[in-house]
């Protein structure tokens, strides 16, 4: 059984930080499993690789930023833990229209009952791989604040739709890459996605050469979970110790990230406030 303590003290053991909760259909969600009086958690809303529906096929990713003190909603409902991704062949596939459904929910629900530490006036939209261009389609919720894209870009799927690059063209709101260097096959799509953003908008790229597969499933989530745990909780929780790991890019580098950055200086994020 893994047990985390992330920097701000929350705890999880993982075979009880994650669940399926009957209100949210095909949805897991993974939370701490201790959670203090009157602290607030925002939220990540999250699309697999593959567009695989099954909660748990990036358990040790998902436990990892949950225990910065995010409630991470995650397509599908949850499945077996220890499966590879051919194992999902024959899983439910999702769609954006699950991460829709996932900040509906969140939002119906934050500060009341079980869901009082839960907080939508933060919301973040992610996705790995195919996931990332579920991502890509709530740049326009404006609930959203921020886009993870992890190991995707535009033209994944071969080639870049009008759409994909309209949107990328007209992002504005903080937006981070993951990609996974040059044997990543979502490398070149992501490259050509970041150099599509407009040049005000606060942009992170960071390439860790692991290819597409990526440190998901390691420990934590490997040098992946570790850094999107840093971005989340600056970006969400607004811990500016976390903020860091980006603005200096030193720690990033030592740990094998190829970094490129710009405007990161125009986030503003305010501490998560008790209540």
């Known amino acids: 059984m893994l047990s985390l303590t992330a920097s701000n003290g929350f705890e999880l053991?993982?075979?009880?930080t994650y669940f399926a909760d009957p209100t949210l259909a095909n949805h897991t969600i993974y939370q701490p499993k201790n959670i203090p009086p009157r602290v607030k958690m925002p939220v990540l809303v999250w699309a697999n690789g593959g567009c695989i529906a099954v909660g748990t096929i990036m358990m040790p990713f998902l436990v990892q930023v949950a225990s910065q003190g995010i409630v991470v909603i995650a397509n599908?409902?949850?499945?077996?833990?220890?499966g590879s991704y051919d194992s999902f062949g024959s899983a439910p596939r999702s769609t954006s229209k699950y991460l829709t459904a996932a900040v509906d929910w969140a939002v119906q629900n934050a500060g009341r009952d079980k869901y009082a530490h839960m907080d939508t006036s933060r919301v973040a939209a992610a996705g790995q791989s195919c996931g990332g261009?579920?991502?890509?389609d709530m740049v326009k919720d404006t609930r959203v604040s921020t886009i993870g894209i992890f190991k995707s870009g535009?033209?994944?799927?071969g080639t870049s739709t009008t759409n994909t690059n309209a949107t990328v063209k007209a992002i504005t709101k903080p937006i981070f890459y993951y990609l996974g260097g040059s044997t990543d096959i979502a490398y070149a799509s992501g490259e050509a996605d970041?150099?599509?953003?407009?040049?005000t908008t606060p942009a992170w790229k960071g390439n860790l050469p692991v290819g597409h597969g990526g440190t998901y499933n390691e420990v934590n989530g490997g040098k992946i979970g570790v850094a999107a745990s840093f971005m989340y909780d600056w970006i969400l929780r607004g811990?500016?110790?976390a903020s860091s790991f980006y603005m200096s890019d030193v720690a990033a580098?030592?740990?094998?990230?190829?970094?490129?950055s710009r405007n990161l200086d125009k986030i503003r994020v305010s501490p998560v406030a008790s209540h």
């Open 13 to 16: 053991t993982c075979l009880q």
């Open 76 to 82: 599908g409902s949850p499945g077996n833990v220890t």
């Open 133 to 136: 261009l579920e991502a890509y």
């Open 154 to 157: 535009g033209a994944l799927m």
């Open 194 to 199: 970041y150099a599509m953003l407009p040049s």
């Open 239 to 241: 811990n500016t110790t």
């Open 253 to 260: 580098k030592a740990a094998g990230w190829d970094v490129v």
